[in-house]
């Protein structure tokens, strides 16, 4: 619970960034003031630089189930995406297919190569039979997000490489995986994928640093999209982060550490939390079923309430979450994913997203569970609604 003001704060919004491991704030330190050399430089200084960030580079690929070359780093998983949907579209021309509910840094440059979208089912899972309907030999990359950022839900990503495989073999997968690793061992769950996005924010690392993993497989069909002095193996150019990238590495491990006792209490936390408001507001209900969706993830649906009005209340009363992506805040028009799933608007605009961490504590449930259903009683009666 964050209370670093007179009144106790809840912070339910960790899908959105989760606050930085005091393991990983330890491990950036030293290269904010001593160790602050440009690591393509020769001298020792940068010498030592170099040491770290490739030490970094290692210890990262062996959290992530994947060879140190393989990994190309970012500035977060926006640029990780970027990479992944327009350095295929250039190097290697045809069409590309992404997933309806995918996060916009897929989205965005997916609509500026042209690309088809993959309809979904009603709980969010994508649509198999469709995506073999729209794969052939033109198919130069799929793009299917791991774990979706409003809903949570775990998509079956082997499935959808198998399905690649025997339709378009020589089609790319890309998925983002930024909010898989909290939760998952990408080595397992992504392992058959060519391509692979992660962010360091949403496991306990500092904002402003990603990767995106190029297996040896599409090496050789992904071109840069930042040129200049050809760092990282010449597919990202730009002076390395190497305190962002040290952190990283750092909070990639200790995650793995922590993932399987996390996964259990937080999954307990979400469950009591969910069940607390759904008593609370009759006619609440969840997009997607629980066994299908991350532990951290308490998506609801709350109808005859607008999202937008409740998160204002609910922020002044100390509980911080949102009404999707943060990257969309603000934004006047339903979440995209919601409609994709085939709810109305009205619907749409009804959702809210509490999201937990590793880090959240029973007090901040607690406080949710006191502050939630009174701002809910003060917005709206419960009232039934269509689809």
């Known amino acids: 619970m964050i209370s670093g003001t007179k009144t106790p704060r809840a912070y339910l919004d960790n899908a959105a960034t989760t606050p930085m491991s ?29 040491r770290a960030l490739d030490d970094a580079r290692d210890d990262l690929a062996e959290t992530l189930g994947c060879h140190p070359e393989e990994i190309v780093f970012t500035s977060g998983g926006t640029e990780a995406d970027n990479l992944a949907i ?27 190569v042209g690309a088809r979208f993959i309809p979904v089912s009603r709980d969010g899972a994508i649509d198999l039979q469709a995506l073999d309907a729209l794969l052939g030999p033109s198919t130069s990359l799929v793009s299917v997000m791991t774990v979706n950022n409003e809903i949570g839900v775990i998509e079956p990503i082997d499935a959808v490489v198998e399905h690649v495989r025997d339709n378009a073999p020589d089609a790319l997968v890309h998925t983002d ?40 497989r599409a090496r050789a069909l992904i071109s840069a999209t930042h040129v200049g002095g050809g760092q990282e193996r010449g597919l990202r150019a730009g002076t390395e982060n190497v305190a962002g990238i040290v952190a990283t590495a750092c909070a990639a491990r200790h995650c793995k550490e922590l993932r399987v006792e996390a996964g259990k209490n937080t999954g307990a936390l979400r469950d009591e939390l969910v069940d607390g408001l759904m008593a609370a507001y009759p006619g609440a209900f ?18 005859g309430i607008q999202a937008e009005e409740m998160l204002i209340a609910l922020d ?20 995209h994913v919601l409609i994709a799933l085939g709810y109305s608007p009205a619907i749409a605009r009804s959702a809210v997203r509490f999201s937990l961490a590793a ?11 006191s502050v939630v259903p009174k701002v809910l009683a003060g917005l709206s009666a419960p009232l039934e609604m269509g689809d």
Not at 86 to 112: T, W, Y
Not at 286 to 303: D, I, K, N, Q, T
Not at 316 to 335: F, K, Y
């Open 177 to 216: 995986a930024v909010q898989a690793v909290a939760w998952f061992d990408l080595a397992d769950l992504a392992s058959s994928c060519d391509l692979i996005s992660v962010s360091a924010h949403k496991f306990g690392g500092p904002k402003g640093v990603g990767a995106l993993i190029v297996r040896e």
């Open 286 to 303: 969840e997009c997607a079923p629980r066994e299908r969706r991350v532990a951290g993830s308490a998506h609801l649906v709350f109808p």
């Open 316 to 335: 002044q009363c100390g509980v911080s979450c949102s009404a999707g992506s943060a990257c969309a805040s603000g934004a006047l028009e339903p979440s």
């Open 86 to 112: 327009f350095g295929v579209a250039r190097a290697h021309p045809g069409e590309v297919l992404v997933s309806s509910i995918e996060h916009s840094a897929v989205l965005e440059p997916a609509r500026e």
């Open 22 to 50: 005091d393991e990983a704030i330890r491990a950036m330190a030293p290269f904010w003031s001593e160790q602050f050399a440009n690591p393509s430089s020769s001298h020792a200084q940068a010498r030592a630089a170099r």
């Open 359 to 369: 880090s959240t504590t029973q007090g901040e449930i607690d406080l949710a569970l």
